[in-house]
């Protein structure tokens, strides 16, 4: 399914389990090469060690929550797709998704999220 052999590596950051493992699921029978890690800590020592074309990262986390990641994301790639997705928590995830484009998130949207939409924003990214 990919192009000349490629397949696109996708990072989920997620610390729900469900949720990531549904995500990476989601993007693995798309065709998609993912790989999930339960927090923005253990999110970030993998993109350092591992080469991704995009990262789909939750907001509220512990150890590293999402805003931090990708304000860490950002400050080493200003060109490395980011999707981020909340459900959120002490505030709404709307407001959640206004900080994460505000620091750099491509894409956003809230949980639970419509599979179609999701895949049309990452074949964006990819793209």
């Known amino acids: 399914m990919s192009e000349g052999g490629s397949m696109s590596r996708i990072l989920v950051i997620d610390d729900d389990e469900i949720m990531n493992g549904m995500t990476v699921q989601l993007l ?4 998609y090469e ?4 339960d927090d923005g800590e253990s999110g970030l020592i993998l993109l350092a060690s591992k080469s991704f074309d995009l990262v789909v990262t939750d907001i509220v986390m512990p150890e590293k929550e999402g805003i931090e990641t990708i304000i860490a994301i950002r400050s080493k790639s200003k060109v490395l797709p980011i999707i981020a997705i909340s459900g959120g928590g002490k505030i709404s995830p709307e407001q959640y998704l206004r900080m994460a484009q505000h620091f750099g998130a491509d894409y956003t949207f809230e949980k639970p999220f419509d599979r179609s939409h999701f895949l049309a924003a990452v074949r964006e990214c990819l793209s």
């Open 28 to 31: 693995s029978e798309a065709g």
């Open 34 to 37: 993912a790989e999930g890690a």
